[in-house]
Every structure is written in structure tokens, then in C-alpha cells.
């Protein structure tokens, strides 16, 4: 930069665009999803809100429940992985690893987008006089309003309208687009996304109902329960419907004492028997403030306590190891709770679990950053922040099983690059061997990122 000696720098503008996560479809089944604050059920059409109560658990992959039939569960006409990994050159997707990858469903299948988005529908058009949100609903008709799968959607569908609304109201400037998408296999999904606002450069959070198949192996690869909880006997490559229902979000505030923050919730089922729930929430700041830390962690800690005192410390160091960017050796950033292949529980108590840890999002978010909205920062200390942003793009890159999988997959057609890059800053920055000076504040929270610590 002229009158400075300056490292030589290279910045990106990495591809943005919180577009949508997956696709959605307007069913000619019963109904909407109406969320709304305090609203009851309503025969006709699908009134939920925060208080209503969740009915009993009917859906036939409850453990115990019957198998369907190998006829009936392949109604859905999908894209299998192993039809698309085939002329991909996608051999390393038969190992136990890639088919892990292969199940980005199990970390973020929606990222994987695709479909063509509706015609229009404006915001006007999708929201009633009274403020209420329609939702319509993106699962299978045959998947009823008060199955495990229609009732996680509802869950993410008002989380989705609960988030968006709070963030919107904290920024006090910008406001969520809405865009709704569609997928040929069925289901599909809704991108809300905020840019350029008073605190957030940009902030998405996308909800996806997925539809879809994959191999035996990449199901045995992936889960250990496959075959075991139906006495399903799986043979080699017989392809294996599955369904996947997730919300996720991240947010890049502008001021670098502001994290990043980032959650991922989802419920999968084959439809031979096999279902679990996974995701978490993770924060990643640029400088630290251990009280910022103490209180993020705690409000997990208290999520987590209230269904098993063992979950917090297992799901944090989870997501210790699993944010780890080896190349680097140290993390994205300092972590939260990360759980998969989760289903020790009920399907009622999981469900629960996942509702309650979204509507702590803005409990532990919000505080952090209305303390430090206002701080003033200098130039140098924008630049660590851009320069830990080129951290949080190199994990989502290289490592993330859903971001790899949806980038190998965009030859085959199933994939959308806004969708699959959705979590990537607009901007970052990379330094030629950039060394954080010793007993500064960024060499702080270096040692934080490799040392993963106890916060609370």
C-alpha cells in the first residue's frame, strides 16, 4: 500500500451470497406452517408457536417400528450420490472417511442447494397483516404435519422466523430477504439473508428439506446403527432413500471485536429404519474476552444440563476437535457444542434438545455483541480480523464434509455454488508467515485457537 511498508497481501472476495440452502416446493398437500408467538394448532392448516405443545410421536422410523417396505420406500425419484460420484472421478467416496463426506447430509447435506427458485413471492406476499409468516410446507405430503419429520421442520421453520426477526431488530438497519427454492427430487428449501447492515456485514440463515439416496456402503460408513436397530440385512450397493431436514446459519458482524458465530441443526432417516439428529453452535472471535467466553459456553452448558450433565463436555470437546484446521494447527475458532449420529434418546427428547439449543442462540449471541458493537478499532486490528476470516474460509474449504461434497458434486448438476459457499465471508485476507507479535492481544487468542481451554 503506497506510504506504508506493508507486507505483500492478498485479498479475496470470496464468493457470498447467502442464497439458499437446498430448494423448496409449493406441495399440494394440507396446509402451512403459520408461525407465529403463542399461536395453538388448527385443523385445516398448521398453526405452531413457541408454547404449543409437540403431539405424540407417530412416524415409522421410530426404533421398533416397522421396516418399510423396500417398494414403497423408493416411491421418491431422487439423485443418488453413487449415481453422481460415477464419471466424477469420486472413487475416494468408498472409503469409511468419504463416505462420511458423502454424507455432508450428516454435517450440512442442505448447503448442497440446487433446484430453480419459485416465481416471484415477495415478502408482502408471505406475510399476513397481522406480522405471522406462512410457511409453507416442504416435506413429502405421505410425511404428515405431526410426523418426525414434519414437526422438526416446524421447528427449524420458527426458529428461522424467531432469529431472523431478533437479528433484524438488534441491526436496526438491514432486513432478511426471503427466497424460496425448489428441487426436482422433492423437497426444498428457504434462504433468509441480511447484508451490509449497522452491525452484520452479512448474515444468512437457511433452512432445507432433502430428498434423496445414497449407497449401502456410504449408510454403513457413516453410521455404525446401520442394519443393526431394523435387522435390515443392506446389500452392496442397493441404494438407500433418505431424508434430511436442517436449519443453519452464520454471521459475520463488522466490528472485529464482534465474533463470527455459526449453528447447524438437522434430523436424518433412511427410509429403512435408521435416523439420528446432529449439529451445534460455535463462535468465532477475533480477539478474546474470556467473560464473552464464559458466558457463550454457559448458556450451552445450561442447554445441555437440563437433558444429560454429561452432554455439554462431551459435545464442547467435540467441537474442539472437529473445527480443528490441521494444516494450521489450531482451530477456527474457540468452539461451543458439535454433536452427530445422535439418537441415544428418544425422538421426542431429541427433538426437544435441538429446539431448545436453537432458541438459545440469541441468548448466547446477543449479549456478546451488544457489548462490543460500538468499540472503536483500528486499521491493524480490522486486518487480524480478515486475516482469522481467511482461517474460517480454509476450514469451510478443505475440511468441511458438506462444503467438499457439495463443490465435488456441482459437475453432476445437483449442486449450487451460492448455496455450498454460504457460510464464506465476503471478504478475507491472507499474509505472507504472519506471526501475531508476542504479548499482543492477537497473540492471546492464537494460543487460544491451539489450546483448546475449559470456559466454564
Not at 409453507?136 to 421447528?155: A, K, Q, T
Not at 441443526?265 to 474476552?289: C, H, K, M, N, Q
Not at 464434509?401 to 451460492?418: D, S
Amino acid at each position: 500500500m503506497p506510504g506504508k511498508n506493508r507486507k505483500r497481501v492478498l485479498r479475496a472476495s470470496l464468493a457470498g451470497g447467502f442464497a439458499a440452502a437446498a430448494a423448496s416446493v409449493a406441495l399440494p398437500g394440507p396446509g402451512c406452517f403459520l408461525t407465529t408467538a403463542g399461536a395453538g394448532r388448527k385443523s385445516g392448516s398448521v398453526l405452531s408457536g413457541s408454547r404449543s405443545s409437540l403431539p405424540l410421536w407417530p412416524h415409522r422410523c421410530v426404533p421398533g417400528g416397522p421396516v418399510p417396505n423396500r417398494v414403497t420406500a423408493g416411491r421418491r425419484r431422487a439423485t443418488g450420490i453413487d449415481e453422481i460420484a460415477g464419471g466424477l472421478g469420486l472413487g475416494e467416496l468408498a472409503g469409511a472417511g468419504a463416505a462420511a463426506a458423502a454424507l455432508g447430509i450428516a454435517a450440512e447435506m442442505f448447503q448442497i442447494g440446487g433446484g430453480a427458485p419459485e416465481k416471484s413471492t415477495t415478502d408482502e406476499q408471505q406475510t399476513r397483516s397481522n406480522g405471522t409468516v406462512v410457511h409453507e410446507r416442504l416435506c413429502d405430503p405421505n410425511d404428515g404435519p405431526d410426523s418426525v419429520r414434519g414437526r422438526f421442520e416446524m421447528i427449524c421453520a420458527e426458529a428461522q422466523e424467531k432469529i431472523c426477526k431478533t437479528i433484524e431488530d438488534f441491526d436496526g438497519k438491514a432486513t432478511f430477504s426471503r427466497e424460496r427454492y425448489l428441487k426436482d427430487a422433492g423437497g426444498g428449501g428457504v434462504s433468509r439473508v441480511l447484508r451490509n447492515g449497522e452491525v452484520f456485514e452479512k448474515a444468512g440463515v437457511n433452512l432445507s428439506v432433502v430428498y434423496s439416496q445414497m449407497p449401502a456402503e456410504a449408510l454403513r460408513a457413516a453410521t455404525t446403527k446401520a442394519g443393526k436397530e431394523t435387522g435390515l440385512k443392506l446389500e452392496p450397493g442397493e441404494k438407500v432413500p433418505f431424508f434430511a431436514c436442517g436449519l443453519s446459519c452464520v454471521m459475520h458482524p463488522k466490528n472485529p471485536f464482534c465474533p463470527t458465530m455459526h449453528f447447524n441443526y438437522r434430523y436424518f432417516a433412511t427410509e429403512f429404519g435408521v435416523w439420528w439428529f446432529g449439529g451445534g453452535t460455535d463462535i468465532t472471535p477475533s480477539y478474546l474476552d474470556v467473560e464473552d467466553m464464559k458466558h457463550f459456553h454457559g448458556t450451552y452448558k445450561n442447554v445441555c444440563d437440563q437433558f444429560d450433565p454429561s452432554w455439554y463436555p462431551r459435545f464442547k470437546k467435540w467441537a474442539d476437535e472437529y473445527f480443528l484446521i490441521p494444516h494450521r494447527g489450531e482451530t477456527r475458532g474457540l468452539g461451543g457444542i458439535f454433536f452427530d449420529d445422535f439418537n441415544s434418546q428418544t425422538p421426542e427428547e431429541h427433538m426437544r434438545f435441538s429446539r431448545n439449543c436453537l432458541n438459545a442462540v440469541t441468548e448466547a449471541y446477543l449479549p456478546i455483541l451488544k457489548k462490543h458493537r460500538n468499540r472503536g478499532f483500528s486499521e491493524k486490528q480490522k486486518d487480524w480480523q480478515q486475516i482469522r476470516r481467511g482461517r474460517y474460509a480454509e476450514f469451510n474449504l478443505v475440511y468441511d464434509r458438506g462444503t467438499v461434497f457439495g463443490l465435488k458434486m456441482l459437475k453432476g448438476g445437483a449442486g449450487r455454488i451460492e448455496s455450498i459457499l454460504m457460510s464464506l465471508p465476503e471478504t478475507a485476507r491472507w499474509e505472507y508467515c504472519h506471526v501475531p507479535e508476542e504479548g499482543s492481544p492477537e497473540a492471546e487468542i492464537m494460543d487460544a485457537f491451539k489450546n483448546p481451554r475449559e470456559w466454564v
